[in-house]
Each structure stands twice: as structure tokens, then as C-alpha cells.
């Protein structure tokens, strides 16, 4: 099989499976509400900020952990919200066991001894 047909059939296989549907259907359901689409968008625009803080080396202060667990412990009472930071984990977490797969891979060409 050539690289481009495994990509394919991995690319086909990501899009059938569970997470990548449950991920989906939860992640439609949401875009309806404006509301909900609203607190998820600046929760994960707040995430994003601390991961971006993160791998600078910056400090995280007190006041936005506050802030974003506060907004997190909210988004759970939904059930919507609930579901949906559930599903988006689940598929995250299924999407970097593949990229650590392809990773593993890649390194162990470039550990070969050069003669």
C-alpha cells in the first residue's frame, strides 16, 4: 500500500470512528445556541491563552485559573456544555495517540545512526 492510500484510509477511519462522531454530532447541537457556542468559544479562547502562557515560560496568575475554572464549573451544570467538553477530550485525546504514533515513527528514522 503507498503512503497516500494509508493516509487516505487513516483520514477515512478517524471520521468513522465513535469519537470523531460523537465529537461532531454534540459539536452541531451546540452551534444552534448562541449562548452556549458564546461561553464554550471564550472558554476554550481562555485555555488557549494559558497553554500559550505555558509554553513562553510566563506565569499563570491566580486570577485566571479563578477565571477559568469558575467558567469551567458553569459549563458543567449544562448538560450540553457537559457533553460537549467530554466528547472534545475524548477525540483529542484519540487524535494525539495518533500523532504520538506518527511521531514514534518519524523519530526512530531519524535515530538511525549516519555512517
Same mark, same amino acid.
Given at each position: 500500500m503507498n503512503v497516500y492510500d494509508a493516509a487516505h484510509n $487513516?483520514? !477515512?477511519?478517524i471520521k468513522e470512528s465513535e469519537e470523531y462522531i460523537q465529537y461532531e454530532e454534540i459539536k452541531n447541537s451546540v452551534s444552534g445556541n448562541d449562548e452556549l457556542s458564546g461561553m464554550l468559544n471564550d472558554f476554550q479562547a481562555k485555555q488557549f491563552e494559558i497553554q500559550a502562557k505555558q509554553m513562553t515560560g510566563e506565569e499563570i496568575g491566580e486570577e485566571m485559573m479563578g477565571q477559568i475554572q469558575s467558567l469551567y464549573g458553569i459549563m458543567m451544570q449544562d448538560p450540553t456544555a457537559a457533553q460537549y467538553l467530554q466528547a472534545e477530550i475524548?477525540?483529542? $485525546?484519540?487524535?494525539?495517540? =495518533?500523532? !504520538? =504514533?506518527?511521531?514514534d515513527v518519524i523519530s526512530l528514522g531519524n535515530n538511525q545512526p549516519t555512517e
Open positions: $487513516l483520514a !477515512k477511519s475524548r477525540f483529542s $485525546l484519540m487524535m494525539n495517540d =495518533i500523532y !504520538k =504514533i506518527l511521531g
